[in-house]
C-alpha cells in the first residue's frame, strides 16, 4: 500500500501531497515522489523545502534517509542548497524535459543558470590553512636570500638542487627528524609524486607493496609507471609488513599513517629494515606529517635506522603550503647518479629563488619558529573538534589525532556514504575512509569520514564543525 504525506502550509508555502510508493525502499521513494512533484509543477522555481528533520519526523523516516534524498537532488541539480536559505527547488533544467508541466518552458530563464558554488566549508584533509602562511617572515628571506644569491643562481639550475637549501635540509632533517642526511645524498624535487615520478620506472620498478589505504593518486601516478602495487594490510600498529613477501620495495607513511593515524610500531621498524637487508630490498619513507606531533614524543624517521636502505622523502606542502612545490629525497649514495640522470641535465621544476629563500627561512630559525606557530594552532583545532563531537555526538569516535592534521570519525556499519552525502547537502567537502582503501585489499574496512581540521581558516572553523556535526548519523 503506498503511503503519502501532506506538509503543512507553514513549512513550505502550499499545501503538497506526496505519495510514498514503488520499488527501492522509502529513499528511492521519496526521491521518485520529489522529481514528479517538481516535473509536475506542484513545487515550482524556488519552493523551499522543510528542513530534512522536520521532513524526517512527518514521515516516520531516519533523518539520515531523508538527508541522502536531498543531497542526490542537490546533486542531479533538482534542488539547491544553501546556508540560512534551505533547501529550495532549482530553476528548471534541460534534463526535466518533455515531461515538464504544461507552460513549465515559459519559466525557462534565457540565460544559462550560473555554475554551481563549491562547498562552503571546505575539511578536505591534505592542506594546511592557507591564511596562515608566513607571509611577511617568508618576503623578509626572500629579499635577503635574493641580495645575497650568487651570478650563478640566475643561471641554469643544478638537478640535484641549491647546494644551499641541501646543506640547510641537512641540517635540519638531522635535528628534528633523526635523518642520516649529507648535502650531497638530498635530491631536491617538487614535492612526493614528483620523487616518485623520478624513481619509476626509471630507477626502480615494480611490484611495489604500499599500504591497504593510501591516496588513489599515488597509485594511479604507479599504475601510469606500470608499476604493479601490492597491498598491505593495517592495524593498530601500522603495516603489517611481515606480509612482504617477493617484492623487493614497499612504501610506508611510518611516522604518521595516512590516513588511518598513528606511527609504525618499534617492532615493525626494525622488522621492515630487516627485510630490506636479508631481500637486498629498498624502503621508500613518505614522511606524512612527521612534523606535527601533539600528544606523543616525537618518532625519528625510519631512515636513520638504515640510510643505504631507505629513501626518506619530505616537502613543505603540509608545513609551509603546497602552492612552493619544494620536496626533497635523501638517497642512499647507489641512487644519487641515477636519480639526477632521471632529473635531466638542469634543474626543470623548483625554481632557484624560491630554493634559495627556504635555505635561509631554515637558516634563519623561521621555519623552526613557524613549525611550533603551526603545531599549536593545529592542536587547538583538533580539541576543538574533539571536544564539539563529544558534546553533538559522543557516540562517534575519533582516532587518528596524536599527530597530523587530519582525523578519522568511525561511524556505525553502514553508515559512510549516507554520512558525506549528508555532508554535501550540508555543505561540507570531506572524504569517506573508502576512498583511500586501496582496491586489491582483502578486508573491509570500518566505515569512517576523514576529516581535515587544518584547511579552514580561524573565522571559519567553527561554522565548520557546526555544519560537520549536523551531518554525522545519530546514535
Known sequence: MAESWVNSAERIGADLHLELAGPGGRRAALIRALRDAVRGGRLAPGTRLPPYRSLAADLGMARN?????????????????????????????????????PGA????????????????????????????????AWLASYRRALQQAPNDAFGPGDPAGRRELREALAEYLTRTRGVAAEPDRIVICSGFAHALRLLFPHVLRGPLAVESYGLGFHRELLTSASVRTVPLALDEDGAQVGELDRERAVLLTPAHQFPTGGPLHPARRAAVVDWARARGGLILEDDYDGEFRYDRRPVGALQGMDPERVVHIGSVSKSLSPALRLGWMVLPERYVDAVLAAKGEREAWASAL???????????GSYDRHVRRMRQRYRTRRDRL???????????????IAAGLHAVLRLPPGTERSAVKAATWQGVALDGLAEFRHPRATMRGPDGLVVGYATPSEHAYGAALEALCEALPPG
Do not use: M
Open 65 to 101: 534517509t531523508v538527508a541522502d534524498a536531498y543531497a542526490e537532488l542537490v546533486a542531479e541539480g533538482w534542488l539547491t542548497a544553501r546556508q540560512g536559505s534551505g533547501t529550495r527547488v532549482a530553476t528548471p533544467l534541460r534534463q526535466w524535459g518533455n515531461t515538464a508541466a
Open 386 to 400: 574533539v571536544a564539539a563531537l563529544a558534546e553533538r555526538a559522543p557516540h562517534i569516535e575519533v582516532t587518528g
Open 105 to 136: 518552458a515559459a519559466r525557462v530563464p534565457k540565460k544559462a543558470p550560473a555554475p554551481a558554488r563549491g562547498p562552503r566549508h571546505d575539511l578536505r584533509q591534505g592542506t594546511p590553512d592557507a591564511s596562515s602562511f608566513p607571509r611577511s
Open 354 to 364: 624560491d630554493q634559495l629563500t627556504l635555505a635561509e627561512f631554515i637558516a634563519s
